[in-house]
């Protein structure tokens, strides 16, 4: 079956402009994740969805937002882009529903190949 | 708190055992996992092990819990060149519906 899709995979902004990245989940995961990479920080986690609605969202500031669509598959923007705002953004989607139900309680991740964002 | 601790690098001769340390803050977390990222991919998940379990052994791969010192590592026997890689330690936030990553440990394999 597909995996998770992110598009595009490599992209070059300007400060001050805005960029959108798409998620394309495995068919039938409902739950999808965003994460920002980088060599300082590593992993840090933007924000998680399933059924169009955020559960969570981690330490960013406003300028990051997400949606999830009836279909799964999710969108993050990034508005007045920032030079530190460079970055690998990954999406991750799974079955995960209801905590500690079985294998699908356990969160198993597939992520995407990430897509690449370079403010300039 | 929740923060999740690992070494940065980790360097071993090609047929040797490799060990990667992790250390997580969250007690109440339910799984723990590893994933590995190669050059210009996301990252794919190795093992999980659930948190009333000591031990979990998959081939080359032996995860080990200890609960009480919130410390989990990643034994990966007859390490080979294709193991060079960054392994990630996570744990999962059930509350939270997140799973927090480790700043990743880059493995080298020296032939």
């Known amino acids: 079956k597909a995996g998770v899709t992110q598009t595009p995979r490599y992209l070059i902004k300007t400060r001050g402009q805005q960029v959108t990245l798409s998620c394309s989940p495995i068919s039938g995961h409902r739950s999808v994740s965003w994460y920002q990479q980088t060599p300082g920080q590593g992993l840090q986690f933007l924000f998680e969805?399933?059924?169009?609605?955020?559960?969570n969202k981690g330490n960013f500031p406003g300028r990051f937002s997400g949606r999830q669509f009836s279909n799964s598959r999710s969108e993050m923007n990034v508005s007045t882009l920032e030079l530190g705002d460079s970055a690998l953004y990954l999406c991750?989607?799974?079955?995960?529903?209801?905590?500690?139900?079985?294998?699908?309680?356990?969160?198993?991740?597939?992520f995407g190949a990430g897509s690449r964002l370079t403010v300039l | 708190g929740e923060d999740v601790e690992q070494s940065l690098f980790l360097s071993v001769r090609e047929g040797d055992s490799s060990v990667i340390n992790c250390t997580y803050t969250?007690?109440?977390?339910?799984?723990l996992y590893w994933y590995k990222q190669e050059p210009g991919a996301g990252l794919q998940l190795l093992t999980y092990?659930?948190?009333?379990?000591d031990m979990k052994q998959d081939q080359r791969l032996t995860v080990l819990l200890n609960k009480k010192d919130k410390h989990l590592s990643l034994r990966i026997a007859d390490t080979q060149t294709g193991d060079s890689a960054i392994y990630f330690c996570a744990e999962l936030n059930t509350g939270g519906f997140k799973t927090i990553f480790g700043a990743g440990t880059r493995l080298f394999v020296k032939a």
């Open positions: 969805y399933f059924s169009e609605t955020q559960r």
């Open positions: 969250d007690s109440s977390s339910t799984y």
């Open positions: 092990i659930f948190s009333n379990m």
């Open positions: 991750a989607s799974s079955h995960y529903s209801v905590p500690g139900q079985g294998h699908s309680g356990a969160n198993v991740l597939t």
